[in-house]
C-alpha cells in the first residue's frame, strides 16, 4: 500500500521560512512526478509546484522565486522550502505522487499557518 507522510508544517510569522518533508513508502513503480498541493478553507485544491525525475520544475506564479521545490529519489521523498511566507500562503499542503502509468496518490495533508 502506497504510504506518503509530510512533515514539517506549523505556525510562522509572516517573512519566515518553513521546510516541508514528504516521504513514500510502499511503491512498487518508479515515481514519475512529486509535487505539493495545498488547499485553503473555501477554496479548491492548486498547485504549488511539481518536479518530475529528471528535475524539471513547475512552480505557481505566486510562489516562484520564493518557494523551491526538490526531491531525493533514492529516498522517495520530495522537499518544499518555503521562504518569505505570507498569510495568504496559510492552508493545508499535500503531497502527491504520481507513477509513469498516471496513477496518482495523496498525502494526508500538512497545515501551515502564517500571522501577520
Known amino acids: 500500500q502506497v504510504r506518503l507522510v509530510e512533515s514539517g508544517g506549523g505556525l510562522v510569522q509572516a517573512g519566515g521560512s518553513l521546510r516541508l518533508s514528504c516521504v513514500a513508502s510502499?511503491?512498487?513503480?518508479?515515481?514519475?512526478?512529486m509535487g505539493w498541493y495545498c488547499q485553503a478553507p473555501g477554496k479548491q485544491r492548486e498547485l504549488v509546484a511539481v518536479v518530475t525525475r529528471n528535475g524539471s520544475t513547475t512552480y505557481a506564479d505566486s510562489v516562484k522565486g520564493r518557494f523551491t521545490i526538490s526531491r531525493d529519489n533514492a529516498k522517495k521523498a520530495v522537499y518544499l522550502q518555503m521562504n518569505g511566507l505570507k498569510p495568504e500562503d496559510s492552508a493545508v499542503y499535500y503531497c502527491?505522487?504520481?507513477?509513469?502509468?498516471?496513477?496518482?496518490?495523496w498525502g494526508q495533508g500538512t497545515q501551515v499557518t502564517v500571522s501577520s
Open positions: 510502499g511503491t512498487w513503480f518508479i515515481i514519475n512526478r
Open positions: 502527491a505522487i504520481k507513477s509513469f502509468g498516471g496513477d496518482d496518490y
